[in-house]
């Protein structure tokens, strides 16, 4: 099974600040890589599909990077409607994981 | 506008059944693979479930394999999840997800649309 692990646990930063996600694999996952976002009480929303590639109505200050072992989300200009846990999920072998995910605070 | 409407959750004692149902709309249900992912109170996401271009693509979590079953019916663009010997660790919200592409002979595993999840309680 590969095991992702995503850091931090909490990033709390203030708005208008870069939040940088890590989600790193225990074996190469290639770019089978995804990203979602999760508001309380809310099911999750896809961000990303094979590590870059933005879903429809994502705004743009969200980008996703990486491959192998390694990936990035990164939200450039933090704003309150971003405040949620984000999670990543391989595809590349079976069983599908998740990540433990990232809780995102506004300071 | 695709959606997918979740059924089915509630209590059921130890050891019981519960069969979950997803609802599909907006899409040509049958060409795409679906899941089940679960998410226990307070806890992360955890993938449950997939079922893939026909009854022998079908895949399951080590945690299920054995007691729970997926299966599609196109004809009612409905998923189904048939959960038996339940236990405590299977309360979780569930959620029915669809898959990013359609099928091709890969399922294209990431999850573009979700339901609203049904929940499971499993408790005496």
């Known amino acids: 099974e590969i095991v992702l692990t995503q850091s931090p646990a909490t990033l709390s930063l203030s708005p208008g600040e870069s939040a940088t996600l890590s989600c790193r694999a225990s074996?190469?996952?290639?770019?089978?890589l995804n990203w979602y976002q999760q508001k309380p009480g809310q099911p999750p929303r896809l961000l990303f599909y094979?590590?870059?590639n933005r879903a429809t109505g994502i705004p743009a200050r969200f980008s996703g990077s990486g491959s192998g072992t390694d990936f990035t989300l990164t939200i450039s200009s933090l704003e309150p409607d971003d405040v949620a846990v984000y999670y990543c999920?391989?595809?590349?072998?079976?069983?599908?994981?998740f990540g433990g995910g990232t809780k995102v605070e506004i300071k | 506008e695709v959606q997918l409407l979740e059924s089915g959750g509630g209590l059921v004692q130890p050891g019981g059944s519960l069969r979950l149902s997803c609802e599909a709309s907006g899409f040509t249900f049958n060409n795409y693979a679906m899941s089940w992912v679960r998410q226990a109170p307070g806890k992360g996401l955890e993938w449950v479930s997939s079922f893939g271009g026909g009854v022998g693509d079908t895949h399951y979590a080590d945690a299920v394999k054995g007691r729970f079953t997926i299966s599609r019916d196109t004809s009612k663009n409905t998923l189904s999840l048939q959960m038996n010997s339940l236990t405590a660790e299977d309360t979780a919200v569930y959620y029915c997800a669809k898959s990013g592409k359609p099928f091709d002979g890969r399922g294209y595993y990431w999850f573009d649309c979700w339901g609203q999840g049904t929940l499971v309680t499993v408790s005496s």
């Open positions: 074996q190469s996952v290639g770019s089978d």
């Open positions: 094979h590590a870059s």
């Open positions: 999920q391989q595809r590349n072998n079976w069983p599908l994981t």
